[in-house]
């Protein structure tokens, strides 16, 4: 116990970062609010991507449920054990876990903590006081791979993972088979960078696609991506996204992203919790048929988008690009991506899952 207090007190010194005051609080009735802990993946919040998405779960149940939380962005996975138990010994009401490299740590400090209720995003955790919150990226994938295939000009597209691993796999897997579905014999290049904070490496793969061919890219790097998009502008390609709404960081050239919606599993976890209906020792899957994941919009600029303008992040100018490109781009295949939608949640298309049955050699 006295070591975990001391873990808690450095946790807190090296991250002074509660949004709401971790100490909790009561709401207007007098009722305790509900306490959430997160600890983010590494490569933190900014990544436009992942980390943010479950931000903005958090902030939606900050302000629809009344609830507090705090959160830390570790510099290296090799902490976040550290901070979980941290989070455990103050008593949080839930504690998260962003990422599949989390799930080691998750599974000892639950295990520590029986009492204490967590949540894993990406991976599963068969714990009674663990639930697990997984999505169908495979599902969304196929439809960024068949949109690529309608949009390419060289019947070459490319692919850029993370690191190589099974859930990475499924994106990847999911991809080319959309992609195949549309055009059998079209060429998919795929290579992993090693990491998912490493742009540079990013854009170097992204090039090399490029100079093999490929004019439609997909990336499942977290912000590895973000070299993908420098090489989009620079080279004049189209990009597609991944997690959330990446379109803006290429206006013009990012033709689509394919969303995972962590935000919603993010916020429908705590809103469950709240609720007295925490789905402790399950895994909750996300898929296309609860609008888990998906495509952006095709035809019309988004409340993403235009936020990104209103922002400041975008200029008006930026905003038309996009606006543009959808026009003469990706509208005109609107109505096939949303028929192999359809199709994928009847169970008319099938779908391969790298993730549960392994990734070719």
Not at 6 to 28: E, N, P, Q
Not at 153 to 172: A, K, N, V
Request: charged letters at 25%; glycine letters at 12%.
């Amino acid at each position: 116990m006295k070591k975990n207090l001391i873990i808690l007190l450095v946790t807190l010194m090296v991250f002074s970062v509660a949004l709401t005051g971790c100490g909790g609080g009561k709401a207007d009735d007098g009722e305790e609010k509900l306490r959430v802990a997160i600890v983010y993946s590494t490569g933190g919040l900014g990544d436009k991507s992942f980390n943010d998405s479950a931000h903005r779960g958090l902030l939606r149940a900050e302000k629809e449920l009344g609830i507090t939380f705090d959160y830390v962005e570790p510099r290296d996975s090799a902490e976040d054990a550290d901070y979980l138990r941290g989070f455990a010994e103050e008593g949080f009401d839930l504690v998260i876990a962003v990422g599949f490299q989390m799930a080691d740590s998750l599974k000892t400090v639950a295990e520590e903590y029986p009492d204490i209720k967590f949540a894993i995003i990406d991976s599963v955790v068969d714990l009674p006081n663990v639930v697990s919150l997984v999505f169908a990226e495979h599902q969304g994938s196929f439809l960024a791979g068949a949109l690529a295939a309608l949009v390419t000009e060289t019947d070459t597209i490319g692919f850029i993972g993370g690191i190589s691993f099974p859930l990475i796999h499924r994106f990847e897997g999911g991809f080319i088979a959309g992609a195949q579905y549309i055009n059998p014999d079209i060429k998919v290049l795929s290579q992993y960078a090693g990491s998912f904070g490493d742009p540079a490496t990013g854009k170097e793969i992204a090039l090399s696609q490029i100079d093999s061919g490929a004019d439609v890219i997909y990336h499942a790097s977290g912000g590895t991506g973000g070299g993908l998009f420098e090489a989009a502008m620079e080279r004049g390609i189209y990009a597609i996204g991944v997690d959330s709404n990446q379109n803006f960081l290429a206006p013009g050239y990012g033709i689509a992203s394919m969303l995972k919606r962590v935000d919603v599993a993010v916020f429908e976890t705590v809103k469950r919790l709240q609720d007295g209906e925490f789905a402790g020792g399950e895994a909750v899957m996300f898929d296309l048929a609860i609008d888990g994941v998906g495509l952006t919009d095709l035809v019309n600029i988004d409340v993403d988008e235009q936020a990104a303008k209103d922002a400041g992040d975008i200029t008006e100018a930026q905003l038309n690009a996009i606006k543009e490109m959808k026009s003469k781009v990706t509208a005109q295949h609107a109505e096939k991506i949303n028929e192999i939608r359809k199709g994928i949640i009847n169970g008319t298309i099938k779908v391969p899952d790298w993730m549960t049955e392994g990734r070719p050699e």
